[in-house]
Nanobody, 121 residues
Framework: QAELVESGGGQGQTGGSLRLSCLASGHVFSTYNIGWFREAPGKDRDYVAIISPKDGRTNYVDSVKGGFTISADSAKNMVHMQMANLEPEDTAVYFC??????????????WGQGTQVTVSA
């Protein structure tokens, strides 16, 4: 059974909104911080946002502050990322990730399978 399973994403329009969800196993949800990374075509996998399910602390990359909101639902072991004010530059495969303190792709303990987000102009 996968530790992280993403859902949501798909097609969006500039200025519109989409929501991503990540279902975590109980072990992962109670042990790790849960974050989102994204990988655009031909680019590296970059950090987007993270939340600590234990205390609700959040952090975002500067480029999405004010537009993306990450949240955790402890009753369902789920993390959501509401993406508003979408831009074509947000087009990427989005990955849910479980990690401890260091926010870097190499520090990720578990990855989800990825979900495509495409934003049209």
């Amino acid at each position: 059974q996968a530790e992280l399973v993403e859902s949501g994403g798909g097609q969006g329009q500039t200025g519109g909104s989409l929501r991503l969800s990540c279902l975590a196993s109980g072990h992962v949800f109670s042990t790790y911080n849960i974050g989102w990374f994204r990988e655009a075509p031909g680019k590296d996998r970059d950090y987007v946002a993270i939340i600590s399910p234990k205390d609700g602390r959040t952090n975002y990359v500067d480029s999405v502050k004010g537009g993306f909101t990450i949240s955790a639902d402890s009753a369902k072991n789920m993390v959501h990322m509401q993406m508003a004010n979408l831009e074509p530059e947000d087009t990427a495969v989005y990955f849910c990730a479980a990690l401890l303190e260091v926010v870097h792709p190499q520090a990720v303990e578990y990855w989800g399978q990825g979900t495509q987000v495409t934003v049209s102009a």
